[in-house]
């Protein structure tokens, strides 16, 4: 089992370009969540989604920022028009279930925008 | 609305020594988990520990136990016999058991010394 696999490991962009992060959930995983660790932070919840849904996006800034899990491939995290402040590690994990105790992360995607 | 905190952003300890980070945290739940990860340089995010609210007995894997003080809303870790690759950044974190969003505390980053 090949775990939660996220890439880019490292992207790097330059402001108004767009950053598309990617992640394949484990086997048999039907839920996805993002995550942003900014700099000397935890990570805090962007988006929860399942197949073809977005059940909750509260953590997602109103602009820019949009997320899908099709029915076929990766989830994709896209980040339009980057600015400075969204460099930063964008970890994702996902689960059998709806529910976070028994969550596996992936090992993260860190955004640098120039 | 959940919050966790964690008072030191930086604990030392000496290889074989016990050390003990701390962490405090706040909810309205009563059904509620918390956790502790790992994230080695690496970046990956480790699920060291995990304890269930409605468990009295303290969780341990282990090298690593915790201290779950219900009333004091106090869950640290204990580290027996540290060794060079636990040293990591670690962070508590907590989850509401009717939600599926963990929340992070900053972290404490851990030195180990030879």
């Known amino acids: 089992n090949a775990g939660v696999m996220q890439n880019p490991r490292h992207l790097v962009r330059r402001r108004g370009q767009e950053a598309r992060l990617r992640c394949s959930p484990m086997?048999?995983?039907?839920?996805v969540y993002w995550y942003r660790q900014l700099p000397e932070e935890g990570l805090k919840f962007m988006v929860y989604?399942?197949?073809?849904?977005?059940?909750?996006e509260s953590g997602m800034p109103k602009e820019r920022f949009s997320a899908e899990f099709p029915k076929e491939g990766p989830s994709i995290l896209r980040i339009q028009q980057v600015v400075r402040g969204d460099s930063a590690a964008y970890f994702c994990?996902?689960?059998?279930?709806?529910?976070?105790?028994?969550?596996?992360f992936g090992a993260g995607s860190r955004l640098t925008v120039l | 609305a959940q919050t966790v905190t964690q008072s030191q952003p930086e604990m030392s300890v000496q290889e074989a020594e016990t050390v003990t980070l701390s962490c405090t945290y706040d909810?309205?739940?009563?059904?509620?988990?918390l956790f502790w990860y790992k994230q080695p340089p690496s970046r990956q995010m480790i699920l060291v520990i995990r304890?269930?609210?409605?468990?009295?007995q303290n969780a341990t894997e282990n090298r690593f136990s915790v201290n779950f003080q219900k009333a004091a809303k106090s869950f640290s870790l204990k580290i027996s016999d540290s060794q060079l690759g636990d040293a990591a950044m670690y962070f508590c974190?907590?989850?509401?058991?009717?939600?599926?969003?963990?929340?992070f505390g900053k972290g404490t980053l851990l030195t180990v010394n030879p």
């Open positions: 086997k048999g995983h039907s839920h």
């Open positions: 974190a907590s989850l509401e058991g009717s939600n599926y969003k963990l929340t």
């Open positions: 994990a996902s689960s059998t279930s709806a529910g976070a105790n028994v969550l596996t």
């Open positions: 909810t309205s739940e009563s059904d509620y988990y």
């Open positions: 304890q269930e609210a409605y468990k009295q």
């Open positions: 989604l399942q197949k073809e849904n977005i059940i909750d």
